[in-house]
């Protein structure tokens, strides 16, 4: 008995994702979302990071809010090595239908065709996902 809740919360340490996946911190986090038209944006309407992504705390680790948007539409962690791409370059949105996943060159290609990126510095200096100081 104590050594498996032991082992379970050794996992917990291990991978803190765990943590995001229960359906009570799913519940509070889309209860923070303005869904509104499927086309439309969804803002988040809590608290954002030093870089305007909104930001939504676990465990008091913030996370932006369109990678959790991702990650509870697909129930599943990022993949390694991928980015979640806000297509509409809406920083606050979380309407999984303008989120999707892809590379590091696709990211920087949608925003160099959106315009919201105008320069290569930018690209590499992008946010990473969960380091975000408060
Ligand atoms: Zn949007």
Redesign the pocket.
């Known amino acids: 008995m104590h050594k498996t809740n032991t082992l379970a919360d050794e996992n917990l340490a291990v991978n803190p994702l765990k943590h995001i996946f229960n359906e009570f911190t799913e519940w509070k986090f889309w209860w923070k979302v303005h869904k509104r038209e499927p086309d439309?944006?969804?803002p988040w309407l809590g608290g954002k990071s030093a870089q305007g992504y909104g930001q939504f705390c676990i465990k008091s680790k913030p996370f932006l809010t369109h990678r959790l948007a991702w990650m509870f539409t697909h129930q599943s962690a990022v993949p390694d090595g991928k980015r979640v791409i806000?297509?509409?370059r809406?920083r606050r949105?979380c309407?999984p239908a303008?989120i999707a996943i892809g590379t590091h060159k696709d990211q920087a290609t949608t925003g160099l065709k959106s315009g919201s990126i105008k320069n290569e510095a930018y690209i590499y200096s992008y946010v990473p996902n969960v380091e975000v100081t408060v």
Request: glycine content about 0%; overall charge neutral.
């Open positions: 439309e944006c969804w806000l297509k509409c809406n949105c309407n303008h």
